[in-house]
C-alpha cells in the first residue's frame, strides 16, 4: 500500500503529481484531508469514507466507496478488493474524477478518456469478471431511480431491463426474444458511450463531485 509516515516530502509530491495530475497544492489539501478522515491514521477503511457527508444522498454511494478499494483502480494490474488504502490509493482513485488539462495532444486525451471509462466499467462490473451483466445494470439503474422517489422499485426495474436490452442491441446487434444476452465487456461499453464527452462531465454526472468536496 501507498502510505506516508508524515507528511510526503517534496519528491514524493512530484512523483504523485506526475503519475496523478494533481498539483503539489492540490496533493497537500488531499493528504490534509486523507488523515482527517483516516483520523490521522496511515491507511483509510471504508468506514472512514461513510463519514464524508457529500456522499450521503448519492444512491450509489456503496459502489463509490467501493470503487476507493478496487485494486483494478490503482493503475497496477491489480485484482480483487482491500479492506484499506494507504494515501497514494486514495489519490490514484481520486485522480479519475480530474478534468483533463486543456492544452494535451488527442493522444493523451484518448488516454484519459479510456482510463476514466474503464474505471466506470469497473464500478458497474460488481463481481470483476470482465462483463456488465444485466443484474449488475439492473442494480445501479435501480439505485438511481427508485431512490429519487419519483418511481417505485418495480418500475426501475423495468426500465433497468429495457435499458440493458437497448444496449445489447448496440453492442451485438438485434436479439430473439429468448436469446441470452451475458454482458457488455469493456470493449462494447466504449462502444456504447463513443461520442459522449466523459473526460470533463465524470465527475459531475457520475459522481456529483469533484476533488474540492473531499478537501472542505
Not at 426495474?157 to 437497448?166: F, P, S, V, Y
Request: aromatic share 8%; with cysteine; proline share 3%.
Amino acid at each position: 500500500m501507498g502510505s506516508f509516515q508524515s507528511l510526503p516530502d517534496d519528491h514524493q509530491y512530484q512523483t504523485l503529481s506526475k503519475n496523478t495530475g494533481f498539483s503539489l497544492e492540490q496533493i497537500a489539501i488531499l493528504h490534509n484531508r486523507f488523515k482527517q478522515l483516516s483520523q490521522n491514521e496511515e491507511t483509510l477503511r471504508r468506514d472512514d469514507l461513510k463519514t464524508i457527508q457529500d456522499l450521503e444522498s448519492n444512491p450509489i454511494r456503496s459502489q463509490i466507496i467501493e470503487a476507493f478499494f478496487d485494486s483494478r483502480n490503482f493503475q497496477n494490474d491489480g485484482v480483487g478488493s482491500v479492506e484499506e488504502i494507504g494515501f497514494e490509493e486514495f489519490l490514484t482513485v481520486m485522480s479519475y474524477f480530474r478534468a483533463p488539462p486543456q492544452h494535451i495532444t488527442e493522444e493523451q486525451r484518448e488516454k484519459i478518456r479510456r482510463s476514466k471509462l474503464r474505471f466506470l466499467f469497473n464500478m458497474h462490473d460488481t463481481d470483476n469478471d470482465g462483463t456488465i451483466t444485466l443484474e449488475e445494470y439492473r442494480h445501479v439503474v435501480e439505485e438511481l431511480l427508485s431512490r429519487s422517489g419519483a418511481l417505485g422499485r418495480e418500475t426501475a426495474k423495468g426500465i433497468a431491463d429495457a435499458a440493458m436490452l437497448e444496449v445489447a442491441s448496440i453492442s451485438v446487434g438485434p436479439m430473439a426474444p429468448d436469446d441470452f444476452y451475458e454482458g457488455i465487456t469493456f470493449e462494447h461499453f466504449l462502444k456504447i458511450l463513443n461520442g459522449v464527452e466523459i473526460e470533463t462531465n465524470m465527475h459531475i454526472r457520475f459522481l456529483n463531485m469533484d476533488a474540492t468536496v473531499l478537501c472542505k
